[in-house]
């Protein structure tokens, strides 16, 4: 059974630091692509970061140029997501996802299928002002 889990959320004030992992379990950590989405109440869901982990560029939301990084660890199976400079937009339940389709390089998040991919339960990241 896949599983994601995400870890690494929590309550910060404008301008502070957080670095939310996601551990994969039951899938062979190959070659795909793995990102990281976020939803705020009312809001549709966004694609933040994503990697290909068999190595390329990341690509990265305009929102998060700058200053969100995403990296992995293929020997701990682990995904990264280093948030630094929050602001309170940012606020949001972040999720990790993986396994959908590298075009020229770039993982898209826009190509993600939630019914064919896999997900995690999110983990929540509040920015207060």
């Known amino acids: 059974q896949v599983q994601l889990v995400e870890s690494g959320g929590g309550s910060v004030q404008a301008g502070g630091s957080l670095r939310l992992s996601c551990a994969v379990s039951?899938?062979?950590?190959?070659?795909?692509?793995m990102g990281w989405f976020r939803q705020a109440p009312g809001k549709e869901r966004e694609g933040v970061a994503a990697?290909?982990?068999?190595?390329?560029?990341?690509y990265y939301a305009d929102s998060a140029k700058g200053r969100f990084t995403i990296s992995q660890d293929k020997s701990k199976k682990k995904l990264y997501l280093q948030m630094n400079s929050l602001k309170p937009e940012d606020t949001a339940m972040y999720y990790c996802?993986?396994?959908?389709?590298?075009?020229?390089?770039?993982?898209?998040?826009?190509?993600?299928?939630?019914?064919?991919?896999?997900w995690g339960q999110g983990t929540q990241v509040t920015v207060s002002s």
């Open positions: 996802a993986a396994d959908w389709s590298v075009v020229a390089g770039i993982c898209d998040p826009k190509l993600f299928r939630a019914d064919l991919g896999y």
């Open positions: 039951g899938y062979t950590y190959s070659s795909y692509c």
């Open positions: 990697i290909y982990t068999g190595g390329g560029s990341a």
